[in-house]
């Protein structure tokens, strides 16, 4: 069940990786994006974008889900530098998950303060709706729970304490400004909050799961993000996320839906 550990990459490495894309661009990113499943399309509107397909990048792994382009792409949004990932990295393709969080390290050692990360994920809330979009406060990393946790292993203090504090992990002034604009720009009645729940696919939940995630506290259900924030507060970025409601999870037994890799990434 424990990822080997020799399958981390060291500081030495992340360093060199990011190394390598500083010295072919001359954007130097202050806020770093992650794409989820079909909505990549963010990152193609990056101005004076200079873009590295995945597997041209040194130590990085490679999309293999539909729906995940598998591109890094530096530019400005809004006239600000950026780095946006054209897709992430899943537990489910099958890598360790300390290289499926590298990117978080590779955003910091490029001088990224803010990661912004967004997900398609199931709707456990009998509320919510499809097309809803969930501002995430808190999240359940039901892996990390399992011990496939991206922080085991042995903990270089150059990225952060052995010991991180995760009570803080979603900043709170950013969740509210994101309130404030949406609700400004009207937004109100599709935009929610609430805690996402992270588990390791690839099947979709049963019946039975999805109806213990809600009992448990869950608002919406995916299989990406929560590795990805705790390895980006454990080396001190901030962190905002959102999810895309692209389903409703199936609580009922009588229900005829079932979810689909098709409906969740858009096509
Ligand atoms: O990268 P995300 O989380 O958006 O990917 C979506 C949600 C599940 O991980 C997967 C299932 O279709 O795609």
């Known amino acids: 069940m424990f990822p080997d550990l020799n399958t981390g990459f060291t500081y030495e490495d992340c360093k060199a990786t990011a190394d390598w894309l500083l010295a072919q661009t001359d954007v130097r990113p202050l806020v770093g994006i992650v794409c989820g499943s079909g909505l990549g ?13 995945y597997k041209d990048i040194p130590n990085f792994p490679q999309s293999t889900v539909h729906g995940h382009a598998g591109r890094l792409v530096f530019g400005t949004l809004k006239g600000r530098d950026c780095v946006c990932m054209q897709g992430r990295f899943h537990l489910y393709e ?29 709707g456990l809330n009998q509320d919510f709706k499809v097309g809803d979009i969930m501002i995430i406060k808190d999240h359940l990393n039901i892996p990390g729970f399992a011990g496939n946790h991206p922080l085991v292993g042995p903990n270089d203090e150059r990225f952060g304490v052995r010991f991180p504090c995760m009570s803080d992990a979603y900043d709170r002034e950013l969740q509210q400004l994101a309130m404030d604009v949406g609700h400004e720009l009207g937004f109100t009645d599709f935009l929610r909050e609430g805690v996402y729940c992270m588990l390791g696919g690839p099947s979709f939940e049963t019946i039975a799961e999805c109806r213990m995630l809600s009992k448990l506290g869950a608002d919406a259900v995916g299989m990406s993000t929560a590795h990805e924030v705790v390895v980006a507060r454990h080396c001190g970025m901030r962190v905002f996320a959102l999810s895309l409601i692209t389903n409703l999870a199936v609580m009922d037994y009588d229900s005829e839906e079932k979810a689909n890799h098709e409906e969740v990434s858009g096509g």
């Open 41 to 53: 399309g963010l990152a193609d509107m990056l101005k004076d974008q200079v873009a590295f397909n």
């Open 94 to 122: 099958g890598y360790p998950i300390q290289k499926i969080t590298l990117p978080m390290r590779i955003f910091k050692l490029l001088g990224v303060e803010t990661v912004m990360l967004t997900n398609a994920a199931g």
